[in-house]
């Protein structure tokens, strides 16, 4: 395959943007390769700027669940524009939007609508504490909510739950409210409220994509959501990448269990820059304007972006048989590779639920972060360029989840699968 324009371009803005993108990821860092450019993309496909063609599993990591360049996306994008970018005032379309999504949900009266995960979850953590009067939250180890300063943390000495800033750049002291558990470890959570009587909430990622695909045990779910009960905590769910992939409700609609406060990004906003944090009445009283809570933003609530928004989750709403579809089309897709891995002895897990999947290189089960760092990402790294070569654009990171949207076919699975085997085969 020729990536020759891709090189290049790539060379040409590592000149002017740092590392030559704009997020570290993109880069393909972790599997010692160069990013491709691309130049367009269409249902199943994006297209480089070599004019390759792939199959793409990561969807712009996630918001794309009716494909690129969805028509209907598009068109609410297109008569959004044409009443103006933006207005730093209120329009019905935001009242649209959060009416839908509130609806789902008996959990949830309110929603406050941001432009990226990152700030919902920030803004998530600030409305816990503010409504608690706590200060200290816990996180767990191998789960992303984004990058503001108290949750770039990574484990601290041996016994001590408190965090190190895993950044530079982050003074230590704003993680020194940070405590880190083990995901799917009730025991380490239990440590956590030994060690402090000022924890405001627990944030975890319900159904983790960012240390490979990892779901949380149901019973460790609801152990978290009794030990914020009794310890007077917040339960926060961040769904920024599992809201309306893994179902039209989330963790809470695969597990049952109900959070405190619950973000969203990624396929709310269809591609556009959107994020949003929801709770009851009585916690989003105490948020700016009714409440002593701080939080804004210019482009919060962007008409354009709300359009698209409400576009993808109205088709979202009344056809949840969408998330049955996608899962079975995900489980082909792993139960394939892992049928084809296991043929020629190559060890693999994989897992996939709603329209999300994963798979790790690792003989045992994966369940936590300390297992997924078990995996062989060398081995990782040759597959995603095997891949990449032969048209499959899978997320670039062994530690990355997987996306199938309703553009994407049994046919386009089945090649998947053929030319992983072929992978296989050939170690
Ligand atoms: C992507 C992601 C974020 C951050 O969202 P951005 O829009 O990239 O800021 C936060 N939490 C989770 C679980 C995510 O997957």
Not at 1 to 9: P, Y
Not at 151 to 174: D, H, I, M, R, Y
Not at 183 to 191: F, G, L, Q
Request: hydrophobic share 40%; with cysteine.
């Amino acid at each position: 395959m020729n990536t020759q324009k891709s090189s290049q371009e790539f060379k040409q803005a590592k000149q002017v943007i740092p590392g030559g993108v704009n997020s570290p990821v993109r880069a393909f860092k972790s599997v010692g390769t160069t990013p491709i450019f691309i130049a367009s993309a269409n249902g199943a496909y994006i297209q480089d700027v070599d004019g390759n063609k792939y199959i793409d599993y990561v969807q712009s990591w996630g918001p794309l669940i009716f494909g690129h360049s969805d028509e209907l996306s598009i068109q609410a994008a297109s008569s959004a524009l044409n009443n103006g970018l933006s207005f730093g005032a209120p329009t019905t379309i935001e009242t649209n939007l959060a009416s839908q999504i509130v609806s789902l949900f008996d959990n949830i009266d309110k929603i406050r609508f941001v432009n990226s995960g990152t700030e919902a979850v920030m803004s998530a953590i600030r409305l816990a504490r503010g409504y608690t009067n706590k200060n200290n939250i816990i996180k767990f180890e191998g789960c992303y909510h984004g990058h503001s300063d108290c949750l770039l943390v990574e484990a601290g000495s041996g016994a001590v739950t408190f965090g190190n800033p895993s950044s530079s750049g982050v003074p230590k002291s704003f993680t020194d409210h940070t405590m880190l558990a083990h995901y799917n470890d009730i025991a380490s959570v239990e440590k956590c409220f030994e060690n402090s009587d000022d924890i405001a909430c627990i944030i975890i990622e319900p159904i983790a994509g960012n240390m490979g695909f990892i779901p949380a045990d149901k019973e460790f779910l609801s152990g978290l959501k009794k030990l914020c009960e009794k310890n007077g905590a917040l339960l926060i769910f961040d769904e920024v990448m599992s809201g309306f992939r893994a179902d039209l409700r989330g963790a809470t609609g695969v597990y049952g269990i109900e959070p405190d406060i619950v973000t969203f990004g990624k396929v709310i906003g269809g591609g556009m820059p959107v994020g949003a944090f929801a709770s009851t009445n009585e916690i989003m009283a105490v948020l700016s304007p009714d409440g002593s809570v701080y939080q804004a933003g210019t482009l919060s609530g962007n008409p354009v972006a709300m359009s698209v928004g409400e576009s993808v989750i109205s088709r979202l709403i009344q056809n949840p048989d969408i998330y049955k579809d996608l899962e079975v089309k995900a489980k082909r897709l792993t139960t394939g590779l892992k049928e084809q891995a296991s043929k020629y002895n190559v060890p693999f897990q994989s897992n996939a639920i709603g329209s999300m999947f994963g798979f790790f290189f690792n003989k045992n089960q994966v369940k936590n972060f300390e297992d997924a760092k078990n995996s062989d990402t060398k081995l990782f790294a040759k597959f995603h360029k095997h891949m990449l070569d032969n048209g499959i654009y899978l997320a670039c990171s062994a530690y990355e989840s997987g996306f199938i949207s309703t553009a994407i076919t049994n046919e386009m699975i089945d090649k998947t699968i053929m030319i992983a085997s072929d992978f296989f085969k050939s170690i």
